[in-house]
């Protein structure tokens, strides 16, 4: 099975704080994605890669940065946390394999939550 | 910007019924996703639609995709307890954009 794991499942951080959030994936998998979400708000897109050392912004990517420097490995860094990014974490990654075939879609990690104090 | 809207928000409904979850997006995409996500849980792939007309079922839920409307349905069928959930649609256009999920009730 493809698997997609978050390093950490609950975070407690101090406001300023900097803080890595780790997700490795074991399927070779070309695009990896960070979200948060939040309720009501659903899934929001962060940061996504669709290569190694290659990122993009996603629809809200103030407070945060990526890194990417392996295929498999694919960080979220909030460089000073805040109180307001108190949220669940997702990570997924993706392949552009043929529609059907094994591994084909988008597959999520388990979810860091994290709370800033 | 890709504007994914799902509805109802809430859904409360009675054992035995049928209902229908709907998401329309604001942009050309033959690939959805729909996803279930219970409590504390991340997210389980109920069913990939990759083109207009899409068609997938499994036990009491059902997708379809419409491309031309730009929509979507999850359609349940005599609802049971265990379905209680959030549903999440997600448009694919080389990245996920999600709806605001629907959580879903089922009382005896």
Same mark, same amino acid.
């Given at each position: 099975?493809v ?10 951080k101090?406001?300023?704080e ?10 070779d998998h070309?695009?990896?994605f ?8 659903g899934?929001?897109?962060i ?9 993009e912004k996603?629809?809200i990517p103030?407070g ?9 490995r694919?960080?979220?860094?909030l460089?000073s ?7 669940m974490?997702?990570c997924?990654?993706s392949?552009y ?5 094994y591994?084909?879609g988008?597959t999520?990690?388990s979810?860091t939550?994290l709370?800033?104090? | ?10 859904? /409360?409904?009675?054992?035995g019924k049928n ?8 942009? !050309?995409?033959? *690939? %959805?996703y ?10 389980e792939s109920?069913?990939?639609?990759l /083109?207009?007309g ?5 036990g009491r839920?059902?997708?379809?995709l419409? !491309?031309?409307? *730009? %929509? ?5 069928t005599?609802?049971v307890?265990d379905l209680?959930?959030?549903y ?9 954009i ?8 089922v009382?005896?």
């Amino acid at each position: 099975d493809v698997k997609v794991t978050q390093s950490s499942r609950y975070l407690v951080k101090r406001t300023g704080e900097k803080v890595f959030l780790e997700c490795v994936q074991d399927m070779d998998h070309e695009n990896m994605f960070w979200y948060r979400q939040d309720p009501g708000l659903g899934l929001r897109l962060i940061y996504f890669s669709y290569d190694v050392k290659m990122k993009e912004k996603g629809d809200i990517p103030e407070g945060y940065s990526v890194s990417r420097e392996k295929k498999e490995r694919f960080s979220l860094i909030l460089e000073s946390a805040s109180t307001n990014q108190t949220s669940m974490y997702l990570c997924a990654s993706s392949t552009y394999e043929t529609p059907g075939a094994y591994g084909y879609g988008y597959t999520f990690g388990s979810g860091t939550r994290l709370t800033v104090v | 910007e890709l504007k994914v809207e799902q509805n109802p928000l809430f859904l /409360s409904m009675q054992e035995g019924k049928n209902y229908t979850i709907y998401c329309n997006y604001s942009t !050309t995409s033959d *690939r %959805l996703y729909w996803y279930r996500q219970d409590p504390g849980k991340s997210l389980e792939s109920l069913f990939v639609l990759l /083109s207009n007309g899409a068609v997938k079922q499994e036990g009491r839920l059902m997708a379809s995709l419409d !491309t031309k409307a *730009r %929509l979507s349905t999850l359609h349940i069928t005599a609802a049971v307890h265990d379905l209680s959930a959030t549903y999440f649609c997600a448009v694919d256009t080389d990245k996920l954009i999600f709806g605001t999920g629907t959580r879903l009730q089922v009382f005896p």
